[in-house]
C-alpha cells in the first residue's frame, strides 16, 4: 500500500510543505533519507522521528539512529528507524509524527497521514504530489530568523525538481520485504451485508432502538435503517464523536449540520440506479450484480468536515465485525431481548468481548460506561499563540463593544486534487452585536482547526485595534479560544444559539452554486 502524507516545515510563513507518497514497507531511515531529498537537505546533521499520534491516540515514542548520540528524546521509548517500517506506525487519517533535522537548528517537520491508497502501475515511488516553497539552506537557522522571506519558485516545477531528486537515491534497499499481508476481503463483506438484508431486521428494531458492538479502540454505536420503509440498511456510529452525531440525529437537528458533523459507516440497501459510478465500479470488479429492489450494496465513510466517501480497508474491517455482531444481536431479539429506545446516551444493549476470552462474544447490559476514547476527548486545547503574541494583546485597549463570534462549516466542498477526498471549509465571522455588522470574516481549512482559530482570533483583534469588552461565543470555539481568553480582560458569555450569525450562515447556504 502507499502512504500519502503532508510534511510541512513549522515555523515558516508562508506555509513550505510537500505532499509525498511512499511505500508502507519504507523503514523510517528510508523516509528520512525521503525527506533529506524533498526539502533539499545535505545530511550533514543528527535527526530524530517523534510519533505523535498512532491509530488516532496519542503516543510517545521516538524512532532515530540508535547507534548516533541520544537526541533529546533519549529519556522517552526509543526504537531503530533501521527496524521500524511505516505501515506499523501509521494507520488512520490524521496520525502524525514529528522529524527534527539538526538539533542546533532545529528544523521540525510535522508529518501528518492523509490517506492510504493503492500503489499505481505508471507512478515510481517515493513520489511527490505536490512541493510548496523551497526550505531554507543547511545550517541558516540565525540568518533565516533576521530574514525570513525565501526566493519563491512555481510549485509545478519544484515538485517536478523533487521528483528527479528521488530518482538518484535507491530507497529500496531502505525497505523490508512483504510481512505478506493480505488486502482486505471486501467479498466475505458484501457476503455478510447480503446476509443482513436476507433477515429484513427493519422488521424486528426500529432506527431509535440503538446497540452497541465492542471494537478494539472504541464502541460502535448501531442503528437499524428501514423500519420507516424509505432507506433500508445499518448506520454505525464510531466512538464519542459518533454518539454525539447519533444524540444529534435522534432529536432532530437539521441538515446539514448532522451531516457535516457525523462520524459513522453507512451500509445501504438501495436500488442500480441510486449507485453513484465509483459504486458501481467497486462491485463490477468484484464481479457483483444484484437483482430485485434495494438489494445493491453501497458502502458510505462520514468524516466531519469532509464528503462521504467509500470505505477505506480499516473501515471495512470495523462494518465487518459490527455486522457479525448485528446478526447474533438479531438472533437474541428474536429470542425475546428487548432493546428500549435511545434516550440519554448512558445506558445499552450490546455485543462485548468476554473478560475471560477474548474470543468469546455475549449479550450485555451496560449502564453508564465510558466510553474508551472519552478521556482524550476531554483534554485541554493547549495554547498556540507567541508569548509575543500575547504580550501584543495584553497591550491592547478594551473598550465597551459586544462581539459575538461564531465558526461553522460551509456546505461547499472543495477538492484539493482529482481522487482526493473533498472537505468542507469552515467559516469564522465576529458581529458588532449593537450594529449587527460584519467586523471580520475568514474561510479556514479544517485541519490544526485549534491552532488556526487562535491565529485568526490574534488577526481580527489586530484589525480592530482593541479588545472588545464583551464576547459571546458557541460551546466549540469558546473551547478552542479559551487558552487565549482566560488571559485576556474580555467577559465571555458562551451560549447555544447565536441568531444573528445562525441567520447569516442561512443565507450562504441559499447562495446559487
Known sequence: MIYQFKVSLKGMSPPTWRRLQVEGNLTFYGFHQVLQDAFDWDDYHLHSFSMQKR?????????????????????????????EIISDWFFTEKDRALYTYDFGDDWEHEIRLEKIVEKEVNTQYPHCVKAMRLAPEEDSRGMWEEEPSLEEVDWRELTLAVNESFTHNTYAKHTKPDDGHKPFDWLTLIKQAKALNATKPWEKLADDQVFIVEDTEQFCYCSILGAGGQEFGLAVYLGDEGLQSLQATLLGESYPDIFLQQRSLLLAFVD???????????????????????????????????????????????????????????????????????????????????DNDPTVWQTAHMAAFQNKQSSESRMDVELHVSEIDMKRLTKRQTNDSHILLDLFMLDLPVQ??????????????????????????????????????????????????????????????????????????????????????????????????
Open 55 to 83: 491509530n488516532g491516540k496519542k503516543v510517545i515514542d521516538i524512532i532515530e539512529p540508535l547507534n548516533e548520540e541520544p537526541s533529546f528524546f533519549s529519556f522517552q521509548r526509543t526504537h531503530d528507524e533501521h527496524l
Open 272 to 354: 442500480r440506479d441510486e449507485l453513484e459510478n465509483d459504486d458501481y465500479q467497486f462491485l463490477n470488479r468484484l464481479g457483483l450484480s444484484f437483482r430485485g429492489s434495494k438489494q445493491w450494496v453501497q458502502f458510505r465513510s462520514l468524516v466531519p468536515g469532509k464528503s462521504p466517501w467509500l470505505l477505506d480497508e480499516e473501515e471495512g474491517r470495523i462494518l465487518q465485525l459490527v455486522l457479525e455482531q448485528t446478526i447474533a444481536m438479531l438472533r437474541e431479539v428474536e429470542k425475546g431481548l428487548f432493546i428500549p429506545p435511545f434516550t440519554d446516551g448512558k445506558e445499552f444493549f450490546g455485543r462485548v468481548i468476554a
Open 416 to 513: 484539493d486534487a482529482p481522487g482526493n477526498r473533498p472537505y468542507f471549509p469552515y467559516m469564522l465571522v465576529a458581529l458588532d452585536e449593537q450594529s449587527g455588522a460584519v467586523v471580520f470574516q475568514t474561510v479556514v481549512t479544517a485541519d490544526n482547526i485549534e491552532e488556526k482559530v487562535q491565529s485568526i482570533f490574534v488577526q481580527m483583534i489586530e484589525e480592530l485595534r482593541v479588545l472588545p469588552g464583551t464576547m459571546t461565543l458557541k460551546a466549540q470555539i469558546a473551547q478552542q479560544l479559551a487558552p487565549v481568553i482566560k488571559r485576556l480582560p474580555i467577559l465571555v458569555n458562551e451560549v447555544k444559539v447565536i441568531p444573528q450569525i445562525d441567520t447569516l450562515r442561512d443565507l450562504l447556504r441559499d447562495i446559487p452554486r
